[in-house]
Structure formats: structure tokens, C-alpha cells
């Protein structure tokens, strides 16, 4: 029986990414421009696809190192809303199975929203553990933002059920009795931080969302707690309100 293109194109579109190739290699002498044209679309997808696998592994150096230490649970902490004039900073942390291997993680700087989005629940519902943790602006007024940060990083820590042997952290020491590694764009280089900096942009922007409907005027809901112009001429316009870190505004109001 001789298929029709859309036959095949269906063919392809419903096979699992594993059986592509073997398609590939039933058809690839098929001479008609329609079919020709659906492999060479398949060639590149999986030309991607291997590629983000090969990215993923590349993610998870750090982890497979403190593995072949010995280490059983390896967690992953990152921040999300040091720079904002208003809002909390948020941390996560996150213990990720050896075996995780979710395409499409990466800092969370680099991601849409709606693919943020879709990976926050992919990793709450394969992660070992999670923890997350906000400290308000009060807090960070009081301390600082740097040891605001720290303080809430350390509560995460205290606040997950599997206790971690071995933390993975982006630029930031902490003083604690587990080993870690601290290194810049640790979003970018392991897997667990890329994970927790999804947990914790999407926990912070859902959050600051939520704060738009209680004090539209300064549209946190778009600017997220951020100096943007708009946000800096409605400082000026109807002053702070009991979101607003006073230390990062004071030249603004």
C-alpha cells in the first residue's frame, strides 16, 4: 500500500523522538519533493534535539562530580529579585533524581514566560525535593540585599525534607557545614541551579502579579518590582507604598 504525504507526515508527527531515524530510513529514498521535504525537516529536529540532550549532559557536570565524590543528594540554589525596587527576593532549592533529564531547562533569564511556565511544573513533579523561600523588603532593608539573600538561602536549606549532602550555588558563600561549590552564572552551568532559578522567577513574578491587583498604580505586573521608567514615574507620581524597599528608592522619591 502506498501512503500519501499527509499519511507519512502524520507518521512522523506521531512517533516518539526515539523511532524518528528509522522513519528517516524507511522513506529516505522516496522520491517524492513532499516526502523529501518532511525529512529533511525530521533531520534538522533531531539534529536539535541531539543537541539539547548534549547540552543537558554538559549541564550536569557538577552533579555527576559530587556523584562520583559519593554524594547521594546534590541541591541546586538560586535567586530571583536582587535588583528590584519592589518586592521580596526570592530563593529556591532543588533536589533533582540522577536521572532528570527535562529538555528545555536553562536559566531562567534565557526563557519565555509561558516556557517558564511549563517547566515549573515538569520540575515540582520530578524533583526529589523543593524548597522555596521569600524575604521581604523590610528585610532587605534592614540587612541588606546580599544577606538577605544569604538568609533566605539558608531557610530553604532548613526547609527541605531530604537533607542535602552537597550544594551547588551561583556567586553567593554561605556559611554552613555542607560542602559547595560557589561559581558566577551557576544558572547556565548546572542543572539543579537552572531548575531552582525557574522555581524561583515563577514563584517571584506570580507573586508580584498578585501585588498588582492590591497597588495597580505602579504596575507590578509587568515590571515586576524593576526600575523601569514607568515604574520610577509612578514612584514620583503617588510616592512608596509598604512594597517598596526604601534603600533602593530614596533617589527616586
Not at 4 to 13: A, C, N, P, R, Y
Not at 75 to 86: N, T
Not at 95 to 105: M, Q
Request: aromatic share 10%.
Amino acid at each position: 500500500m502506498i501512503k500519501s504525504i499527509k499519511e507519512i507526515k502524520d507518521e512522523f508527527l506521531n512517533a516518539p523522538i526515539s523511532n524518528i531515524n528509522n522513519l528517516i530510513q524507511l522513506y529516505i529514498n522516496d522520491d517524492k519533493k513532499g516526502v523529501q521535504n518532511i525529512i529533511i525537516s525530521y533531520k534538522n529536529k533531531l539534529l536539535k534535539y541531539e543537541k539539547e540532550l548534549l547540552r543537558l549532559e554538559n549541564m550536569k557536570k557538577y552533579e555527576k562530580e559530587a556523584y562520583l565524590k559519593g554524594k547521594k543528594f546534590v541541591a541546586g540554589i538560586d535567586e530571583v529579585g536582587r535588583g528590584p525596587f519592589a518586592g521580596p527576593v526570592v530563593t529556591a532549592c532543588v533536589v533533582l533524581p540522577k536521572d532528570f533529564n527535562i529538555l528545555g531547562i536553562n536559566d531562567s533569564k534565557k526563557l519565555s514566560e509561558e516556557k517558564r511556565k511549563q517547566l515549573f511544573f515538569k520540575i515540582k513533579e520530578n524533583a526529589l525535593d523543593i524548597s522555596i523561600n521569600m524575604e521581604d523588603n523590610n528585610v532587605i532593608d534592614n540587612i541588606n540585599i546580599l544577606e538577605a539573600t544569604k538568609k533566605s538561602m539558608l531557610k530553604n536549606i532548613e526547609y527541605l525534607k531530604i537533607k542535602p549532602d552537597y550544594l551547588i550555588l551561583d556567586a553567593v558563600s554561605l556559611n554552613i557545614d555542607i560542602p559547595y561549590i560557589s561559581m558566577p552564572k551557576a544558572d547556565e552551568k548546572s542543572i539543579s541551579v537552572a531548575a531552582a532559578s525557574i522555581i524561583a522567577k515563577v514563584t517571584r513574578d506570580e507573586y508580584m502579579k498578585e501585588m498588582h491587583n492590591i497597588y495597580p498604580q505602579y504596575n507590578f505586573d509587568i515590571n515586576k518590582g524593576y526600575g523601569t521608567k514607568q515604574h520610577i514615574e509612578a514612584l514620583k507620581k503617588y510616592g512608596f507604598c509598604d512594597l517598596h524597599r526604601k534603600t533602593f528608592i530614596k533617589n527616586y522619591i
